[in-house]
C-alpha cells in the first residue's frame, strides 16, 4: 500500500492542542503539497491556547496572529473539534486508529513548585493562576485573590513574572478599554497592592526578559522601579557574558536597570522592585502568608553557565501575596511518554517514541522557552520530521473525525470552528457594549450554551455546516 | 512599535528570522529582507534569531541606521513574502564575522 498523502489515502493527522505550536504544525502540514486532513482537537470549546489565555490583554497586538490561525482554520482540510479531552474523552490509542499520526500541541499548564513547606498557603498562589484568571481561562475564573494587602511578592524572572507584575501595578483605568476579564477587572479596581517584588536566584545579567518588556514598566503610570545599585555590580564572567554580541538582549536589560538605579527616584502611588541574588527557602504565615524568606546568592560557574550558590546570608520580606512564576511543566497523557524532570513528552526532534506515529511540537516538545513566533520554527521542524516519516507510517486509511464523533457518541458534544465563531461574535458584541475589544465567556458551560443556542436558530443548512464534516 | 530591518542583513540574508514571525510578514529582494510594518506584531522573535542582530525595534534602531524604518515601510508591500528559510547568500559567513559576531 502507498504511504498517505494521495488523494485515495488523504494523511489524517491527529493535533492535540490548538495554540500557535498546533495552529503553526497545522499549516505547516495543509502546505505540504500532499492530500492532508488535519484534526485539531482542543479540550476547551475555544480556540488558541495561549495566545487567548497567557498573552496579557494590554498586550492586543500580539493577539493579531490570530488572523493567521483564522486563515489556516479556513482551509477544506482543516477541522476544530473543541470540547474534547484525549486521555479523558478519547485514549491516544483510539485517536491512532483514526488517524495516520497524533501531533500533541499541548503546551505546559502546570507550574513547578519551590518544594518548600506553607506552598499552598493562603495568599501563596501559583502565576499560572493569575494569568489564567485575569484572562479569563475557565479553569481559573473563580480563584480568589486577596489582594487587601499592601505587598506582593513574584519569584522568577521572566516575562510571565513581568505580566503579572504590570497587571498588579498599571493604574485600573488603562486595563478598562482591554478584553482583560470583567471579574478580574473589579478585583484589580479595590486592589490595595502598592509594593511588588520580583525575586531572582541569579544576577541581573542573566534575567530572562525580553527587553522591550522590562522596559515598559518603567513606562507606567504611576508607578516608579527600583533596583539596587549594588546588585548591578557585575563580576568578571557576567562582564564576559554581556560581552558576546549575540548577547544584546541582556545588554539592553542591563542598561534599563541602571537607568533606572541612577534615576532620581520620583514619589509614585505604586512601586517595582527588583532583588537578584536571593532564592526564597522558607514560606511563613500562621493562617496565611505573611512573610517569605530569603537566601543570598553568589554566582560560580562559566560563562552561560553560571549557577547560583547560597552564602547563607538571609533576610525577610513581609508581605501578603506571592505568585511562583519559575518555569512550567507539561501535563501527562496516558499512553505518551512523559519525562517528569523536565515535564516534556520525550522527543528526538518531535518524534516521541522509537516506532513513527506520535509527535510534539511546542512547549512540550522543548519544555516553557521562547515566545510565539519560536513555536513556528518549532513547529515547522516537527511536521517536517513526519513528512519525512511518511513511508514508515502505519499506511491503512483512516476515518478521521468522523470515527471521532462516534467514539465520542452524543453525550460529548464537539465545538465546530463554526460555533466557536459564534461564541466569538458574541465575545465582540458583549465588549463593544462595555467599551472594550472582546468580553470573553469564562464559562464552558455558557460557552456550549451559546453553541447550542445558535445551532437551534440558524438555517437548517448551517446547521449541517456546523456539526457536520468541514470539507 | 514596529521592528526593521537594517543593511546589517545586506551581504548574509540568513533569513532564520522568517521562519520565527507569527504573521509572515518579511518580504525580500536578492539583496535583504523588509518588514511591513502594518503587518508585523511587534513581538520580537525575529530580533532573538536574526545571527547578526540586523533586526531592531524602533526605539532600539542605532541613529545611523534611522532611514532603515522609512525604507521597510516603503519596500516591504511590493516585494514577495519570504516565509520559509532559504539559503543565505555566499557571503553570509564572511559578513557574519566582519560585523562580529562568532
Same mark, same amino acid.
Given at each position: 500500500?502507498?504511504?498517505?498523502?494521495?488523494?485515495d489515502?488523504?494523511?489524517?493527522?491527529?493535533?492535540? &492542542?490548538?495554540?500557535?505550536?498546533?495552529?503553526?504544525?497545522?499549516?505547516?502540514?495543509?502546505?505540504?503539497?500532499?492530500?492532508?486532513?488535519?484534526?485539531?482537537?482542543?479540550?476547551?470549546?475555544?480556540?488558541?491556547?495561549l495566545?487567548?489565555? &497567557?498573552?496579557?490583554?494590554?498586550?492586543?497586538?500580539?493577539?493579531?496572529?490570530?488572523?493567521?490561525?483564522? !486563515?489556516?482554520?479556513?482551509?477544506?482540510?482543516?477541522?476544530?473539534?473543541?470540547?474534547?479531552?484525549?486521555?479523558?474523552?478519547? $485514549?491516544?490509542?483510539?485517536?491512532q486508529?483514526? #488517524?495516520?499520526?497524533?501531533?500533541?500541541?499541548?503546551?505546559?499548564?502546570?507550574?513547578? +513548585?519551590?518544594?518548600?513547606?506553607?506552598?499552598?498557603?493562603?495568599? $501563596?498562589?501559583?502565576?499560572?493562576?493569575?494569568?489564567?484568571?485575569?484572562?479569563?481561562?475557565?479553569?481559573?475564573?473563580?480563584?480568589q485573590?486577596?489582594?487587601?494587602?499592601?505587598t506582593?511578592?513574584?519569584?522568577?524572572?521572566?516575562?510571565?513574572?513581568?505580566?503579572?507584575?504590570?497587571? /498588579?501595578?498599571?493604574?485600573? =483605568?488603562?486595563?478598562?478599554?482591554?478584553d482583560?476579564?470583567? #471579574?478580574?477587572?473589579?478585583?484589580?479596581?479595590?486592589?490595595?497592592?502598592?509594593?511588588? #517584588?520580583?525575586?531572582?536566584?541569579?544576577?541581573?545579567?542573566?534575567? $530572562?526578559?525580553?527587553?522591550?518588556?522590562?522596559?515598559? /514598566?518603567?513606562e507606567?503610570?504611576?508607578?516608579?522601579?527600583?533596583?539596587? $545599585?549594588?546588585?548591578?555590580?557585575l563580576?568578571?564572567?557576567?562582564?564576559?557574558?554581556?560581552?558576546?554580541?549575540?548577547?544584546?538582549?541582556?545588554?539592553?536589560?542591563?542598561? *534599563?536597570?541602571?537607568?533606572?538605579?541612577?534615576?532620581?527616584?520620583q514619589?509614585?502611588?505604586?512601586?517595582?522592585?527588583?532583588?537578584?541574588?536571593?532564592?526564597?527557602?522558607?514560606?511563613?504565615?500562621?493562617?496565611?502568608?505573611?512573610?517569605?524568606?530569603?537566601?543570598?546568592?553568589?554566582? *560560580?560557574?562559566?560563562?552561560?553557565?553560571? @549557577?547560583?550558590?547560597s552564602?547563607g546570608?538571609?533576610?525577610?520580606?513581609?508581605?501578603?501575596?506571592?505568585?511562583? @512564576?519559575?518555569?512550567? +511543566?507539561?501535563?501527562?497523557?496516558?499512553?505518551?511518554?512523559?519525562?517528569?524532570?523536565?515535564?516534556?513528552?520525550?522527543?528526538?526532534?518531535?518524534?516521541?517514541?522509537?516506532?513513527? &506515529?506520535?509527535?510534539?511540537?511546542?512547549?512540550?516538545?522543548?519544555?516553557?522557552?521562547?515566545?510565539?513566533?519560536?513555536?513556528?520554527?518549532?513547529?515547522?521542524?516537527?511536521?517536517?520530521?513526519?513528512?519525512?516519516?511518511?513511508?514508515?507510517?502505519?499506511? +491503512?486509511? +483512516?476515518a478521521?473525525? =468522523?470515527?471521532?464523533?462516534?467514539?465520542?457518541?452524543?453525550?460529548?458534544?464537539?465545538?465546530?470552528?463554526?460555533?466557536?465563531?459564534?461564541?466569538? !461574535?458574541?465575545?465582540?458584541?458583549?465588549?463593544?457594549?462595555?467599551?472594550?475589544?472582546?468580553?470573553?465567556?469564562?464559562?464552558?458551560?455558557?460557552?456550549?450554551?451559546?453553541?447550542?443556542?445558535?445551532?437551534?436558530?440558524?438555517?437548517?443548512?448551517?446547521?449541517?455546516?456546523?456539526?457536520?464534516?468541514? @470539507? | 512599535?514596529?521592528?526593521?530591518?537594517t543593511?546589517?542583513?545586506?551581504?548574509?540574508?540568513?533569513?532564520?528570522?522568517?521562519?520565527?514571525?507569527?504573521?509572515?510578514?518579511?518580504?525580500?529582494?536578492?539583496?535583504?529582507?523588509?518588514?511591513?510594518? %502594518?503587518?508585523?506584531?511587534?513581538?520580537?522573535?525575529?530580533?532573538?534569531a536574526?545571527?547578526v542582530?540586523?533586526?531592531?525595534?524602533?526605539?532600539?534602531?542605532?541613529?545611523?541606521?534611522?532611514?532603515?524604518?522609512?525604507?521597510?515601510?516603503?519596500?516591504?508591500?511590493?516585494?514577495?513574502?519570504?516565509s520559509?528559510?532559504? %539559503?543565505?547568500?555566499?557571503?553570509?559567513?564572511?559578513?557574519?564575522?566582519?560585523?562580529?559576531?562568532?
Amino acid at each position: 500500500m502507498s504511504a498517505p498523502g494521495s488523494a485515495d489515502n488523504p494523511l489524517r493527522v491527529a493535533i492535540v &492542542g490548538s495554540g500557535p505550536g498546533g495552529f503553526y504544525a497545522a499549516e505547516a502540514l495543509l502546505k505540504s503539497g500532499l492530500t492532508v486532513q488535519v484534526d485539531m482537537i482542543e479540550r476547551l470549546p475555544v480556540p488558541f491556547g495561549l495566545v487567548r489565555f &497567557g498573552v496579557a490583554p494590554d498586550h492586543p497586538k500580539l493577539k493579531q496572529c490570530t488572523a493567521v490561525f483564522d !486563515q489556516v482554520a479556513q482551509s477544506s482540510h482543516f477541522r476544530f473539534i473543541g470540547n474534547v479531552t484525549v486521555g479523558r474523552d478519547i $485514549s491516544v490509542e483510539q485517536l491512532q486508529s483514526t #488517524h495516520h499520526a497524533v501531533l500533541f500541541a499541548c503546551g505546559a499548564e502546570l507550574d513547578r +513548585r519551590l518544594g518548600l513547606a506553607n506552598e499552598d498557603l493562603p495568599g $501563596s498562589h501559583t502565576a499560572t493562576e493569575f494569568v489564567g484568571w485575569y484572562n479569563g481561562h475557565p479553569d481559573y475564573r473563580d480563584r480568589q485573590f486577596d489582594m487587601s494587602g499592601e505587598t506582593a511578592v513574584i519569584v522568577g524572572q521572566g516575562n510571565v513574572a513581568i505580566d503579572v507584575a504590570r497587571i /498588579l501595578c498599571k493604574p485600573v =483605568d488603562d486595563l478598562r478599554t482591554t478584553d482583560i476579564a470583567a #471579574h478580574a477587572l473589579e478585583v484589580l479596581a479595590a486592589s490595595r497592592v502598592r509594593e511588588v #517584588h520580583l525575586i531572582g536566584r541569579r544576577g541581573p545579567a542573566q534575567a $530572562s526578559f525580553t527587553a522591550k518588556e522590562l522596559r515598559e /514598566l518603567g513606562e507606567l503610570n504611576g508607578c516608579e522601579v527600583r533596583v539596587s $545599585s549594588d546588585d548591578l555590580q557585575l563580576g568578571p564572567v557576567c562582564l564576559q557574558e554581556l560581552e558576546n554580541k549575540g548577547n544584546f538582549n541582556a545588554v539592553k536589560n542591563m542598561e *534599563t536597570f541602571r537607568g533606572w538605579s541612577t534615576r532620581s527616584a520620583q514619589p509614585a502611588a505604586k512601586r517595582i522592585c527588583f532583588h537578584f541574588f536571593q532564592s526564597p527557602v522558607a514560606i511563613a504565615g500562621t493562617s496565611r502568608l505573611e512573610r517569605i524568606e530569603l537566601e543570598r546568592n553568589t554566582l *560560580t560557574g562559566l560563562p552561560f553557565g553560571q @549557577s547560583a550558590q547560597s552564602t547563607g546570608l538571609t533576610s525577610e520580606l513581609a508581605c501578603n501575596l506571592m505568585f511562583r @512564576s519559575i518555569g512550567y +511543566r507539561g501535563v501527562p497523557i496516558p499512553g505518551v511518554p512523559f519525562d517528569a524532570a523536565r515535564g516534556i513528552f520525550p522527543n528526538m526532534a518531535g518524534r516521541i517514541g522509537t516506532s513513527p &506515529g506520535l509527535y510534539a511540537a511546542g512547549w512540550i516538545k522543548r519544555g516553557p522557552s521562547g515566545i510565539i513566533g519560536t513555536n513556528r520554527a518549532d513547529a515547522v521542524a516537527t511536521v517536517q520530521g513526519l513528512l519525512a516519516d511518511l513511508t514508515e507510517l502505519d499506511a +491503512r486509511p +483512516r476515518a478521521g473525525a =468522523d470515527a471521532l464523533s462516534e467514539i465520542l457518541g452524543p453525550h460529548r458534544p464537539m465545538v465546530s470552528y463554526a460555533d466557536w465563531r459564534r461564541i466569538d !461574535q458574541e465575545e465582540l458584541r458583549l465588549g463593544a457594549a462595555a467599551g472594550k475589544p472582546r468580553e470573553k465567556l469564562t464559562r464552558v458551560s455558557d460557552m456550549l450554551d451559546l453553541v447550542k443556542r445558535s445551532r437551534h436558530s440558524m438555517q437548517p443548512i448551517n446547521i449541517a455546516q456546523s456539526i457536520g464534516s468541514s @470539507s | 512599535m514596529p521592528h526593521i530591518v537594517t543593511d546589517k542583513c545586506q551581504r548574509c540574508r540568513f533569513t532564520d528570522c522568517v521562519t520565527t514571525c507569527p504573521v509572515a510578514c518579511f518580504h525580500g529582494d536578492a539583496t535583504m529582507l523588509y518588514i511591513d510594518n %502594518v503587518q508585523c506584531v511587534d513581538c520580537g522573535a525575529c530580533v532573538q534569531a536574526c545571527p547578526v542582530h540586523a533586526i531592531y525595534e524602533e526605539s532600539d534602531l542605532p541613529a545611523d541606521k534611522i532611514e532603515w524604518l522609512q525604507i521597510n515601510a516603503q519596500r516591504a508591500p511590493g516585494l514577495p513574502v519570504i516565509s520559509e528559510k532559504q %539559503v543565505p547568500l555566499p557571503t553570509a559567513e564572511a559578513r557574519k564575522r566582519e560585523l562580529g559576531y562568532e
